[in-house]
């Protein structure tokens, strides 16, 4: 199994920067696509990017494009998400997942999820 353990949440201003990292563990060879979806109170699960490990290949959300990159560091096992441009309504839990199906912007297509940071735009 994978196991994922995500930090750098916390609190920024409007139009502020901030870096999410995710460590995965365990036999991350199975791994194909890597993700990151968040959550706020009251709303559905929504996704956010991926990157296809092995291939680099990106996708993202409409509501993050052109402000959040998601990239990996192959030698740490570790995937991270640059916030910059911060909105309010980027405020919720992130959750970064691994898993080997295609749907790589579905969140039931993911295995593994780590438990979550919180970030915290404020206006």
């Known amino acids: 199994q994978v196991q994922l353990v995500e930090s750098g949440g916390g609190l920024v201003q409007a139009g502020g920067s901030l870096r999410l990292s995710c460590a995965a563990s365990g036999r991350t060879f199975s791994v194909v696509y890597m993700a990151w979806f968040r959550q706020a109170p009251g709303k559905e699960r929504e996704f956010v990017a991926a990157?296809?490990?092995?291939?680099?290949?990106?996708y993202y959300a409409d509501s993050v494009k052109g402000r959040f990159t998601i990239s990996t560091d192959n030698a740490k096992n570790t995937v991270y998400l640059q916030m910059n441009s911060l909105k309010p309504e980027d405020t919720a839990v992130y959750y970064c997942?691994?898993?080997?199906?295609?749907?790589?912007?579905?969140?039931?297509?993911?295995?593994?999820w780590g438990q979550g940071t919180q970030v915290t735009v404020s206006s």
């Open positions: 990157i296809r490990w092995s291939a680099g290949n990106t």
């Open positions: 997942a691994a898993g080997s199906l295609i749907q790589a912007t579905v969140a039931s297509a993911y295995g593994y």
